[in-house]
């Protein structure tokens, strides 16, 4: 009995041709994902803490308030400033302020939205606000950051406050 097919028989060359092709396309493949993963790497390295967000804490007493701050102008004039030992007040029935050393710039910074548990700066008259309940939009007051932590305290706050870094 005898057996026939149709087709060519493939060319043990042509074998060894596809496999060495398929073997170069995978080591370009494991390499550009190397050097993806490497540049990722690179990028989470680089990033550091601003990336993550910067944060600084409020201190007064034994209690710590902790703020993120945003990537704004304003916000990094505030930074700069740091570390800071000043007085805080209270103002109205919803926030703390106190006046930093300098002004701050608030070019192309963000308008506060309202909401407990932001930290604002009042243009006009130089105030950062804590604010620790709700409040009217402004187009004067401009957002520095957020609260992350501490935030039943900041109507507790009184006296004299040390700012700093969160390093």
């Known amino acids: 009995m005898s057996i026939s097919g149709c087709g060519d028989t493939p060319d043990t060359n042509d074998t060894a ?7 170069r396309e995978k080591a370009a493949l494991r390499e550009e994902t190397g050097a993806q993963k490497e540049e990722e790497k690179d990028a989470e390295e680089t990033e550091g803490p601003e990336a993550a967000g910067r944060q600084i804490s409020v ?9 993120e701050l945003n990537d704004g102008t304003a916000a ?3 930074y700069d400033q740091l ?3 000043i007085e805080v007040e209270d103002y109205s029935t919803n ?6 050393p300098e002004e701050l710039d608030t070019t192309d910074s963000p308008l506060a939205q309202g909401g407990a548990g932001t930290l604002a ?11 620790y309940d709700d409040y009217s939009e402004n187009g004067s007051l ?18 004299t406050i040390e700012i700093d870094i969160v390093e």
């Open 76 to 78: 990094d004039a505030f």
């Open 121 to 131: 700066y009042y243009a006009p008259w130089g105030d950062v606000v804590m604010f």
């Open 17 to 23: 041709s596809q496999k060495e092709a398929a073997s």
């Open 59 to 67: 201190q007064f007493g034994e209690n710590t308030v902790i703020y």
């Open 83 to 85: 570390p800071l030992t």
């Open 95 to 100: 926030e703390k302020i106190f006046y930093p």
């Open 142 to 159: 401009f957002e520095l950051g957020q609260i992350v932590s501490g935030g039943e305290l900041v109507s507790e706050m009184s006296g």
